[in-house]
């Protein structure tokens, strides 16, 4: 299967390491033998109909800073656009930075490949916000695979978990704990009794916050994916204004005291159902499966059948959801029957 990779940064990077640390196993196992033909970033792209040699693009990458200088085959100032349209290829992978403001660049990336009649991976939320059931229209009607499981869970695989293994089942809601950054500022609160700004502050020495960790710590990214859920799961067509949220920047030590002493934790939980979506601090017993600690997420699927369904692990991570990626890609492989 031929890969355009469109966005080679963290997580474009730990993909190729993925691809060649299992390209044994994806053979040997179903028959898949992905070659990358296309990668771009910001500067220019690295173009080979052959094949381009992932260790090479690894190493150019790193070392560069961007795969427009990959030997012979790169070139500085060739757009994801133009890559799209003239670079033959089965599968897009649109992987740069969220933008929830309009999706851009990432929505037109995605539009452009479908309209190409190319199947589709992303872990970007931006044009899944913006455009869900859009791009799930044009999807069908292109006739294409449109896949997103990186974009809420990271590597717990929380979309395939609801929309196969409880296929036959009526999900009437889905509780979350879905940003590992604010879960590890909470754990960190209620273990050492210390105040949102110093905790804060140290994620951010640690590189477990963002240097500008608003998105985080306002919910926002949490409501990003409640609405994606939402969409995906319940089938709604909800967009990110239609969630109701509020962050944790006002939770002081005492308030988290107060609950642990009653036997619960305080926790950012995210909630979608038919008729409201919100995200907000939450009571959650300690001992519940959604009182998870650090940086991991677990969300809770409430059925008809099935009664409670609840899945953790890590929510982020490029390693880690470079599993989600590689997920989609075998996933879609078998979906087409190759
Ligand atoms: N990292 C994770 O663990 C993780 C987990 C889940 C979801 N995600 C999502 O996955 C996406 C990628 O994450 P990341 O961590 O890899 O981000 P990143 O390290 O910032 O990489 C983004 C890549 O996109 C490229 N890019 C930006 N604008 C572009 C454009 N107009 N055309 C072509 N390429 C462009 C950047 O190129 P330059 O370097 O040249 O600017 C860079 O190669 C994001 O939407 C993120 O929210 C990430």
């Not at 080979?48 to 800073?65: F, P, Q, Y």
């Not at 455009?131 to 990186?150: C, I, N, P, T």
């Not at 609950?259 to 979506?277: M, T």
């Given at each position: 299967?031929?890969?355009?990779?469109?966005?080679?940064?963290?997580?474009?990077?730990?993909?190729?390491?993925?691809?060649?640390?299992?390209?044994?196993?994806?053979?040997?196992?179903?028959?898949?033998?992905?070659?990358?033909?296309?990668?771009?970033?910001?500067?220019?792209?690295?173009?080979?109909?052959?094949?381009?040699?992932?260790?090479?693009?690894?190493?150019?990458?790193?070392?560069?800073?961007?795969?427009?200088?990959?030997?012979?085959?790169?070139?500085?100032?060739?757009?994801a656009?133009?890559?799209?349209?003239?670079?033959?290829?089965?599968?897009?992978?649109?992987l740069?930075?969220?933008?929830?403001?309009?999706?851009?660049?990432?929505?037109?990336?995605?539009?452009?490949?479908?309209?190409?009649?190319?199947?589709?991976?992303?872990?970007?939320?931006?044009?899944?916000?913006v455009?869900?059931?859009?791009?799930?229209?044009?999807?069908?009607?292109?006739?294409?695979?449109?896949?997103?499981?990186?974009s809420?869970?990271g590597?717990?695989?929380?979309?395939?978990?609801?929309?196969?293994?409880?296929?036959?089942?009526?999900?009437?809601?889905?509780?979350?704990?879905?940003?590992?950054?604010?879960?590890?500022?909470?754990?960190?609160?209620?273990?050492?009794?210390?105040?949102?700004?110093?905790v804060l502050r140290?994620?951010?020495?640690?590189?477990?916050?963002?240097?500008?960790?608003?998105?985080?710590?306002?919910g926002?990214?949490?409501?990003?994916?409640?609405?994606?859920?939402?969409?995906?799961?319940?089938?709604?067509?909800?967009?990110?204004?239609?969630?109701?949220?509020?962050?944790?920047?006002?939770?002081?030590?005492?308030?988290?005291?107060l609950?642990?002493?009653?036997?619960?934790?305080?926790?950012?939980?995210?909630?979608?159902?038919?008729?409201?979506?919100e995200?907000?601090?939450?009571?959650?017993?300690?001992?519940?499966?959604?009182?998870?600690?650090?940086?991991?997420?677990?969300?809770?699927?409430?059925?008809?059948?099935?009664?409670?369904?609840?899945?953790?692990?890590?929510?982020?991570?490029?390693?880690?959801?470079?599993?989600?990626?590689?997920?989609?890609?075998?996933?879609?492989?078998?979906?087409?029957?190759?």
């Open positions: 299967m031929r890969l355009i990779m469109i966005g080679f940064g963290n997580l474009g990077r730990a993909f190729g390491r993925s691809l060649l640390e299992k390209k044994e196993f994806l053979l040997t196992n179903y028959g898949l033998t992905p070659s990358v033909v296309a990668a771009v970033d910001e500067y220019g792209a690295a173009v080979d109909e052959g094949g381009l040699d992932v260790k090479k693009l690894l190493k150019t990458a790193e070392k560069a800073n961007t795969v427009a200088d990959y030997p012979a085959r790169g070139k500085k100032g060739r757009s656009l133009e890559v799209i349209e003239e670079v033959e290829a089965d599968l897009v992978f649109e740069t930075p969220t933008n929830i403001k309009n999706g851009e660049p990432g929505l037109t990336h995605i539009k452009k490949a479908m309209m190409a009649g190319r199947h589709v991976i992303t872990s970007n939320k931006g044009p899944l916000v455009a869900f059931r859009e791009l799930d229209r044009l999807a069908k009607q292109k006739g294409v695979e449109f896949r997103y499981s990186g809420v869970g590597a717990v695989p929380v979309i395939g978990l609801a929309k196969k293994m409880l296929a036959g089942n009526m999900v009437h809601a889905i509780r979350g704990v879905l940003n590992g950054t604010t879960n590890y500022i909470l754990t960190r609160m209620s273990k050492e009794g210390a105040p949102f700004d110093v140290e994620a951010q020495e640690l590189g477990i916050a963002e240097k500008d960790p608003t998105l985080d710590i306002e926002t990214d949490t409501a990003c994916k409640i609405t994606i859920l939402a969409n995906a799961v319940l089938g709604i067509s909800a967009k990110l204004k239609d969630v109701k949220v509020v962050g944790i920047r006002r939770i002081r030590p005492e308030a988290i005291r609950a642990q002493e009653a036997g619960y934790a305080v926790k950012l939980i995210g909630v979608a159902k038919r008729d409201s979506l995200v907000g601090p939450k009571l959650v017993p300690v001992g519940h499966p959604l009182a998870v600690g650090g940086t991991l997420n677990a969300v809770t699927f409430e059925t008809d059948l099935a009664r409670e369904v609840t899945i953790t692990g890590f929510g982020a991570g490029p390693r880690e959801t470079s599993s989600a990626l590689l997920g989609d890609l075998i996933d879609i492989h078998t979906a087409l029957g190759d």
